[in-house]
């Protein structure tokens, strides 16, 4: 498939992302709404209960900043992801996101770990390290634009905050990695440059030698014209 049409544009890439930020706003609404806490339901490391919070975690945030904080780059980078890599976009966001809180599970001080800020940095990391292996001049514009807006959160993949779960994006960062490794042949590729051959390059071989033309002696032979006349009898 052509990149142009990979790239053509669709009202359907706007689906998700907004399912997406609907699901996380209306579960905060839920429990502010009946008085419910869902924090257990996160992700608490090395315990089997705790394992739930592998599929529940993204969508259960602490308070309003938590929520707005996720909210806005969750849906940009999620477009990004539906637009430029349509075809592979919802496996890395399934299975991202779980393999997310499964290392998340691994790795994680004893506490509960909630948000969908882990799947945040699987999509930054996808979509930047997508662009740089892949060579595209598109995707490593769309790379340079991702790391220009959200550069400044590499810095909370270390323990530089308080009461936040900089496990989990650690391991949104690491599993975006190796998702842009494991599809980087899917989807948009650098397309190789082929030159086409012309007369002058049918006048080398294949190392470069030049091939002298052979000449074939055209002999023409003249065509003859005969016009008979006939004597008129006496």
């Not at 051959?197 to 005969?226: A, C, H, R, S, W």
Request: one cysteine or more; aromatic letters at 20%; a neutral charge.
């Amino acid at each position: 498939m052509k990149t142009e049409e990979q790239l053509k544009f669709s009202n359907k890439i706007f689906v998700i992302p907004s399912l997406l930020i609907f699901s996380i706003w209306f579960i905060y609404w839920i429990e502010i709404r009946f008085g419910f806490n869902f924090n257990k339901l996160g992700v608490y490391p090395r315990n089997l209960s705790g394992l739930k919070g592998v599929l529940c975690s993204h969508f259960i945030h602490g308070d309003t900043n938590h929520l707005f904080n996720n909210s806005v780059p969750l849906f940009v980078l999620s477009l990004s992801l539906f637009y430029f890599y349509k075809e592979i976009a919802v496996k890395v966001l399934i299975f991202g996101g779980l393999f997310t809180g499964l290392l998340t599970w691994l790795i994680a001080r004893e506490s509960y770990h909630i948000g969908a800020s882990g799947v945040v940095y699987l999509l930054f990391s996808f979509v930047f390290f997508s662009g740089i292996i892949r060579k595209h001049f598109r995707l490593v514009a769309v790379s340079l634009i991702t790391i220009f807006l959200y550069g400044s959160m590499i810095w909370y993949v270390l323990p530089i905050k308080d009461g936040m779960s900089w496990e989990g994006h650690l391991s949104g960062l690491i599993i975006g990695f190796l998702f842009a490794i494991v599809y980087r042949k899917s989807g948009i590729v650098k397309e190789k440059f082929e030159f086409t051959k012309t007369e002058f390059d049918e006048m080398f071989d294949e190392q470069g030698n030049y091939i002298p033309p052979v000449l074939e002696e055209k002999i023409e032979i003249e065509e003859l014209n005969y016009k008979y006349f006939y004597k008129e009898s006496e």
